[in-house]
């Protein structure tokens, strides 16, 4: 869980950057190295106007994947797309040997960020000889009826992959009020019900332009097991840049579906 600075902008430092924290991943014998959100720009940098580019083939996805095939390691890390004159804010898996498994494009976006990112319409899994793999990306998590996250448990997903970009007010007091109980109240849930992973990596930094300018990226990346435990969190604060580890073994589950029909007997589906 690679909880990393992200200079707003700053595209060729961030993604050094990031390739520099998956080696030491690798080093330390990772076999996944999960990014946050949007990491070679940062959530809502304008600059996705004029240096957002294609997956797989443009440069920030090619250098993930270059990274991939170096370490033997699979990498997931959120992108920013530009497909036919569209942005998308996207994600994707790419395996060990530098093939992209996964490419999500978000479904949830948040209304103040729409006018730079179009939506995507589809959800896709990757099954690997680590377990079933699902990609999100931060805000799909609570979609209503965390119906996103529910379809990849559908889907038959041992794990889903979260790149995030968490910010709060430039005065939030974290100690007054503990950053977190969003994510715990969508992970706890459908990670039980679908006896799944699920993995959220947040970055850390200011946001220096776009519309919450002034907010600060804060960490607490998190990991919930298949009993809706929080396993791993991530330290909070703008500069709490973090390598976190946490050793996922996927359980055997329920015939595939049960926590879906759990889910809409209890009034919570849409």
Avoid at 73 to 101: H, K, Q, T
Avoid at 133 to 151: L, P
Avoid at 235 to 260: F, K, N, T
């Amino acid at each position: 869980m690679i909880q990393m600075r992200i200079e707003p902008g700053a595209l060729a430092e961030n993604l050094e950057h990031a390739v520099a924290l998956v080696a030491e991943a690798a080093s330390h014998g990772a076999t996944v190295a999960v990014l946050p959100e949007a990491l070679p720009l940062g959530w809502t940098d304008p600059s996705a106007r004029t240096h957002a580019d294609a997956i797989p083939d443009g440069n920030a996805c090619v250098t993930l994947r270059a990274a991939a095939e170096r370490h033997r390691i699979w990498i997931c890390g959120g992108l920013i797309e530009r497909v036919e004159g569209r942005i998308f804010n996207a994600a994707v898996l790419i395996d060990p040997v530098g093939a992209v498994r996964v490419h999500h494009r978000k479904l949830n976006e948040l209304e103040i960020a729409q006018d730079l990112y179009a939506l995507g319409d589809r959800l896709q899994v990757a099954r690997t000889p680590l377990g079933t793999f699902g990609v999100m990306i931060c805000a799909d998590a609570f979609a209503r009826g965390q119906v996103i996250s529910r379809t990849l448990g559908r889907m038959g997903a041992d794990v889903i992959l979260s790149p995030s970009s968490w910010a709060v007010p430039a005065h939030h007091d974290h100690r007054a009020q503990p950053y977190g109980q969003l994510w715990l109240d969508n992970y706890q849930p459908v990670a039980r019900d679908f006896q799944m992973w699920i993995i959220g990596v947040s970055n850390v930094g200011w946001i220096r332009r776009g519309p919450w300018t002034g907010r600060k990226c804060i960490g607490c990346s998190l990991a919930v097991n298949p009993d809706g435990e929080a396993v791993v969190t991530g330290p909070y604060g703008h500069d709490a840049e973090c390598l976190l580890y946490v050793d996922i073994r996927p359980r055997s589950r329920p015939a595939r579906g049960d926590g879906w029909e759990r889910w809409w007997r209890s009034g919570t589906g849409a």
